[in-house]
């Protein structure tokens, strides 16, 4: 699992990054069960997330309407397989509207990058 915290921070909310490989709907499963087992982590507010499954698109907004979706995209433009990606949001009492949606493409972009080993 390559996870990255505290990737930013706006209007008191926190965000981080993980990923992986995983196989099969049970893999994302359990690594969603792995990732929420540190108690910092088990006090987030969402862990939004997806991942290509054999071929299978699947998506979870974790309550964050729409977030599923922007990790998707990007998971797919990457040609991702067999990989899901998660971002952690600690939210901080003030509403972000369509901020967050950018936060969760930064996320993804700061996870991306330090896949491929860039600086």
């Not at 926190?14 to 929420?36: E, K, Q």
């Not at 299978?56 to 990790?71: L, Y």
């Not at 972000?96 to 330090?114: E, K, N, Q, S, W």
Request: overall charge positive; aromatic content about 6%; proline content about 2%.
């Amino acid at each position: 699992m390559l996870q990255i915290e505290d990737v930013l921070r706006d209007r008191g909310s926190r965000y981080a990054v993980s990923g992986g490989d995983v196989v099969g709907r049970a893999g994302a499963a359990a690594f969603i069960a792995d990732l929420r087992r540190p108690k910092k982590f088990a006090k987030a507010t969402h862990h939004s997330w997806a991942a290509v499954l054999g071929g299978e698109a699947v998506r979870n907004d974790d309550g964050e309407a729409g977030a599923g979706d922007v990790i998707l995209r990007m998971i797919q433009r990457e040609g991702l397989a067999d990989h899901i990606i998660v971002v952690t949001r600690w939210y901080g009492g003030v509403h972000l509207g369509g901020d967050r949606f950018a936060h969760i493409v930064t996320c993804v972009r700061a996870y991306l990058d330090a896949r491929r080993g860039a600086p």
